[in-house]
């Protein structure tokens, strides 16, 4: 183009072409150079350069109307997707991530406040030192804090440049491992409240312009209603799962509820139909998942699993007192429980329940009704013991004072309809309260007799009782450990037996009635004695004076030890007795040495026990050696059968 002709309409004709080709600005500015180059005239010059000036406004008008249509139809797309149902971590994302590619941003991140208006970061696109999610933003004074007071958004082009911004070593290290420099916070609100904070970042100098901030913000709200909705969801889901598992459980204690009933009504079932304690115990184990035992008061075994496994029995004792003081089931030591028995403010005894798992939810309760079923056996038991007292209580009576008698047959007879077999082995006790509420004592006898299937009637103030077995001075200390906790204070309990058949009652008796008045005599009330353990004054006290028995008794095992191995104990312990207690003395009277008779008397220590040197014991073995050898010398006399030569060893004691 020749200097001539820019000066006419071409030279902007050509502008004109090169923006509708949409063409670069360095073609415009190519135009420009050329006319220059060409000679044009400096007018010519000066309105090609206004015109390319103008192509440069519209472009860069056209760009930001571009721009603000593309954040626009973004922000249209980000709020359709923001319609759509998210969780709250997967929307706070959502927003990050878009916000970021609207302005094309190096990092976005959302903080969010807590219930006491701190701001902690829960998502962030873009970090690279590994933000950690769940920071708090302690510092005050920052640019995010200044936002939420103001409900403005506040940006810097250069963070750590700007004076004008209150800085803390805490953020400032933050922003520096992210090598941030500029910075828009924009506030989190829905009408007059704040939720928290969008940080929008980049790693270089930049100046937000106004509409941008705009766009964010316009943003940032419809980002705060999503926030708020889904955090109702949220909270709606949560509550909706906590009443599906709250519906569950309910259904599962219901199940459970209406296992227990069933257990129940099948336990009352068993003791309407007349089951013994044992079946309903095993019953109840069963439907408790357990091992179950019944004990009494005094802690005896009276129905139910005869061992239960791995017992603290000093934990189960705290328990059980526990138990009966707060009248509802304890747990004791591991998985134990243990459940009063009572009837009103009665004790009856005592449940324990070793489960296989742990009780939960009406375990406990059902437990406790196990407890009142067992109380109302116990009191039906104690109901018909009292409805056939009168019956057991004249044929007693009868028995004690007939002695022989040819109707004694016609009583044995009686006594098995009433399920007393007095032709087994029987001990005959009699119990004296010592003080306190004599009826306490008399129903206390009463259901005891039921229980073991013995007899029961009280005379002078005692409380007599006729009970199967064999081990009468075992059996009266049990008596004794049972009744005198419930009285409060010890009893006496003079014992007799074992006998067979109804002419032995009257006679065990009246040697029980001796036994009672040696105590009293000894000063001994609130013991038990039977004539065996009242040694040789027993020996005096019998009817039929057996020194076989009493000889037995005293020093038996010595004899027996004698007698199969054919040792010299006995004599041993004469000279020793002899001797006045000196081994030495004893060892030149036997014409041994004394270590000898240290060794023999270690045996006879083994044999007698610990304190068989004790004065009361002393004097019993002294009297039994005696009248060992005066049976000795009887036996050996013409005439009485074949003598034994006088060795130190002697026969067990004969009848």
Known sequence: MSAETWGTESGLLTVLELLAQDAPQHRFDELVQRARRAGAAADDVRRL??????????????????????????????????????????????????VKRLLNLDMTCVALQDAHQDLYIHTCEGSTTALVIGHPIRDSRGLGQRALMSGAPLWTADYLGDDSIAHSLASDAVVRAEGVRALLAVPLRNGGSSIGVLYATMRTVRH?????????????????????????????????????????????????????????????????????????????????????????????????????????????????????TYRRPVAASGTTWVAPVTAGAEELGTLVLCPATALVGGDEWLLQLTAHAFAIQLLLQRSAAVAEGSVRDDLFNELLTTGHS???????????????????????????????????????????????????????????????????????RSVADELSPLLGHPVSVGAAGPGRGADEVARMYQEAKRCLDALTALNRTGSVASMRDLGFLGLLLSDDHDAGLFIETAIG?????????????????????????????????????????????????????????????????????????????????????TGHANTGTTPRAMP
């Open 406 to 476: 040819g109707q004694n047959e016609l009583k044995v007879q009686g006594a098995g309809r009433l399920g007393v077999d007095l032709e087994v082995p029987h001990v005959l006790l009699v119990v004296r309260p010592e003080g306190g509420e004599p009826g306490r004592a008399v129903a206390w006898g009463s259901s005891y007799a039921h229980r073991v299937t013995g007899l029961k009637t009280v005379r002078d103030g005692c409380v007599v009782l006729l009970v199967p077995g064999r081990d009468t001075s075992a059996i009266a």
């Open 208 to 324: 937000f312009t106004p509409e941008e901030i705009s766009l964010v913000d316009s943003f940032a709200a419809l980002a705060t209603v999503a926030i708020e909705r889904a955090d109702r969801l949220d909270r709606a889901s949560n509550e909706v799962s906590e009443l599906e598992l709250d519906r569950f459980r309910t259904r599962t204690r219901l199940v459970r509820l209406q296992q227990l009933s069933e257990a129940h009504s099948s336990t009352m079932d068993l003791l309407l139909s007349g089951a013994d304690l044992d079946t309903v115990a095993k019953a109840m184990g069963d439907a408790l998942d357990g091992a179950l035992q019944l004990r009494d008061t005094s802690g005896h075994f009276l129905a139910g699993s005869a061992e239960l496994p791995d017992l603290d029995e000093d934990a189960l004792a705290a328990a059980t007192l526990d138990a009966h």
């Open 557 to 641: 095992p010595v004899l027996g030890y004698d007698s199969d191995r054919l040792t010299h104990l006995t004599g041993t312990l004469e000279a020793y007795i002899r001797s006045g207690a000196s081994p030495t003395s004893a060892a030149e009277a036997l014409h041994v040495h004394p270590n000898t008779v240290s060794r023999r008397l270690e045996r006879i220590t083994e044999l007698l026990g610990a304190r068989w040197q004790q004065p009361d014991r002393l004097l019993d073995i002294q009297l039994a050696l005696r009248l060992h050898r005066i049976r000795e010398v009887l036996i050996r006399q013409p005439g009485t059968g």
């Open 49 to 98: 350069e206004r015109a390319v000036h103008l192509v440069e406004e519209v472009q860069n008008a056209r760009d930001s109307r571009r721009r603000r249509e593309n954040g626009l139809a973004e922000l249209v797309e980000t709020a359709r997707e923001l319609t759509v149902p998210h969780d709250l971590e997967s929307l706070l994302r959502l927003v990050a991530q878009r």
